[in-house]
């Protein structure tokens, strides 16, 4: 490019061959990548025969070039372990409209041929997750193929998910900083590399403006998601590659205020960048705004009145919330229906959610990997729950949003479990009683305290409030309930013993889930993982083996039907079933179980699943109809998640008759 930029008349391809000292052939490859360069910046490479090659722009612009092209001396060529190898092809396809040889990505990466085609398998899972195919075909070459709307989802999630790659040759922009924050500084660099003929700044300006327009804020993952969506529309646009939405979708759009909302930033964007959006991308970016979050929803979560709030909601909607909320109840017997932060959080966050679900639009979720790790077991749960959205709507749910789920749910559980309620017990006059309370909550503000009661009143207090523990200042006995008995005056001591009891009650409610999953009497676990599903040890080459092999020995056995195995097999191509700590748990349409049941596999070596190392697998056959089936498996399985020295033990285990005794599964078959 620095031959071509320094000569203003054509140069042969055999002239720049013997400059730089490589064959023709090589030449030739090179220039195509310097032609997809050249495209992003809006500027053409002429080939003429028997002229020559030269680079046909204002000097205004090749001088831009020359600035952006390393210094003398510099070297461009880097190693890149596997990962960046896959996401640097991962690109070079997005953005090529042409057909790429395997020898052309090795000669980009200075590998092998046979190095390239084993990164091209993680390049196909990744894209077949966003539902787009790769082609390769001998004497021919490699390319994607899928619909334009999966094109730029999978463009999209690129941007967002390898945001903070390694910017090793990205040329840092002279201002670095968005317009607003929402949009992180990784994000605009990845944007401005990829796309440097579109000026993000522009998008951003019309976006904060429809902002005004609606008086509303989006928040931080809608409006990068936005910022991203029309970026890649501009890019595709001017490439002549528009998308296409049905009349009937179009009609119905066309109808909402978000409609009205995504016209106003089209008009902001079509004088800003001089090219004219189709009706249907229009549709698109109302579709984004429809599937967005706004910030000041979450005034709502002030209010008092559930039932006031509730009702602008879709009656469907208010069910599927309190489906979710009774399912996450059974499982962890605790109380989260009377939370209303939890049932208008999930109001407010499932609305939008069924929008872009309904039209095959997803949100990156960037805390994904922690909320596996650190919520593993609530995210169990929420894949249950999300098969309440699956069966009620017919549409699939991704992991990205079952990690939201389950953020809400974990936050719910906490605001359950911590701090500890109290009731306060006092004998005296209103105002000691009143002064105890204010004490209290001085010198101990982590427990809340339910009420301050007279001694006759204790018994139906305790109905009627959900309390942890009972403060007194009179001697008080009760059988189920820890009580402390303190001095009105609350001592240093009295603060100690409170501790204390605090400090047990969570050690008890520990050591009682590790023994009610080990003593699992009532034969719960033995009923629904029978010893003949358990397997110890087995080698998989991959998880789509796994899930086809165990299956059909799940339905020899007479659990499921045939058709369960592709059903699995379907929902692994759309999303990932791993859910931390080495674990995962596929599943199938829970119509074609028969006999409820699960399969415990633990692996001689993990097997990749989605990019994640999984050595136990809970291959789930489980009716979701039959809601203590379900409620009471998932609840020994959110223990099981939950105690990490009990899943090494399983993992460890040197046979099936080990992993059973761990689990007392009996000798059933």
């Known amino acids: 490019m620095k031959i071509l930029l320094d000569n203003e008349k054509p140069i042969t391809t055999e002239q720049l061959a013997n400059m730089v000292k490589v064959s023709a052939r090589t030449i030739r490859s090179d220039l195509q990548a310097v032609e997809e360069i050249l495209d992003d910046f809006d500027i053409k490479l002429v080939r003429k025969p028997k002229v020559g090659i030269y680079i046909d722009a204002p000097i205004e612009k090749k001088i831009m070039l020359m600035e952006k092209l390393p210094h003398t001396g510099e070297s461009s060529i880097e190693s890149f372990d596997a990962r960046e190898r896959e996401k640097y092809i991962i690109l070079r396809l997005l953005k090529s409209n042409k057909v790429l040889t395997t020898q052309q990505l090795a000669d980009d990466l200075f590998v092998s041929r046979m190095t390239i085609s084993n990164d091209l398998k993680n390049v196909e899972k990744w894209l077949n997750k ?139 964007l079509e004088r800003e960048f001089n090219v004219k959006f189709p009706e249907s991308e229009i549709g698109y970016i109302s579709l984004h705004i429809l599937g967005a979050k706004l910030q000041d929803q979450t005034v709502l979560l002030k209010e008092d009145d559930i039932d006031v709030i509730l009702k602008d909601f879709d009656d469907d909607l208010v069910q599927i919330v309190y489906d979710i909320i009774h399912v996450a109840e059974n499982i962890l017997d605790v109380k989260l229906s009377n939370d209303k932060m939890l049932v208008i959080g999930l109001a407010l966050h499932l609305r939008p959610v069924i929008n872009r679900l309904k039209n095959g639009m997803n949100l990156h979720n960037p805390i994904l990997d922690q909320i596996k790790e650190n919520y593993t077991a609530i995210y169990g749960i929420a894949w249950i729950a999300a098969g309440i959205i699956e069966k009620r709507l017919g549409i699939k749910v991704g992991e990205e949003e079952v990690g939201y789920i389950a953020l809400h749910l974990g936050a719910a559980i906490e605001r359950a479990t911590y701090p500890k309620r109290a009731l306060v017990v006092c004998s005296s006059g209103i105002g000691t009683a009143q002064l105890l309370s204010t004490r209290l909550k001085k010198v101990l503000p982590d427990i809340i305290l339910e009420d301050v009661v007279p001694l006759r009143h204790v018994h139906s207090a305790i109905q009627n409030k959900n309390v942890d523990l009972i403060i007194t200042t009179i001697p008080l006995e009760m059988e189920d309930m820890p009580v402390v008995l303190i001095s009105p005056l609350v001592t240093q001591t009295d603060i100690l013993k409170i501790r204390n009891i605090l400090e047990n009650i969570s050690n008890i409610n520990n050591i009682n889930v590790q023994r009610r999953l080990r003593s699992d009497k009532g034969g719960l676990v033995k009923k629904l993982i029978p010893n003949e599903l358990v397997f110890c040890k087995h080698t998989y080459r991959s998880k789509e083996e796994l899930i086809e092999k165990v299956g059909s020995i799940l339905v020899k056995k007479g659990y499921v039907s045939k058709e369960f195995i592709r059903a699995t097999l379907e929902r692994e191509k759309i999303t990932s079933t791993y859910i931390g700590r080495g674990v995962a748990i596929p599943h199938g349409d829970d119509r074609l179980v028969k006999k409820p049941a699960v399969s415990i596999i633990t692996l001689k070596e993990p097997i990749d699943w989605w990019g994640e190392d999984v050595d136990l697998v809970f291959y789930l056959a489980l009716n979701f109809d039959n809601i203590q089936c379900t409620k009471n498996f998932f609840k020994e399985f959110y223990n099981m998640m939950d105690n990490p020295e009990l899943l090494q033990e399983i993992k460890d285990a040197k046979s099936s008759v080990e992993i059973s005794q761990i689990l007392h599964l009996g000798g059933e078959s």
């Open 130 to 268: 966003h539902r787009l195919s790769l082609v390769r075909k001998p004497n021919y070459g490699i390319e994607i193929k899928g619909n334009e709307k999966n094109w730029r989802n999978a463009y999209a999630d690129f941007i967002v998910t390898f945001s903070k790659r390694s910017e090793k040759r990205v040329v840092e922009e002279y201002d670095s900083v968005p317009m607003d924050k929402r949009l992180s500084a990784e994000n605009l660099k990845q944007l401005r590399n990829l796309f440097p003929q579109i000026d993000v700044r522009k998008v951003e300006r019309a976006i904060l403006e429809s902002e005004k327009f609606m008086n509303s804020s989006f928040t931080q993952e809608t409006y990068t998601a936005l910022v991203v969506h029309i970026v890649v529309s501009i890019k595709r646009l001017k490439e002549q590659k528009d998308i296409k939405m049905p009349d009937t979708q179009m009609q119905k759009l066309k109808e909402t205020e978000e409609f009205n909302v995504a016209t106003f930033i089209v008009g902001e």
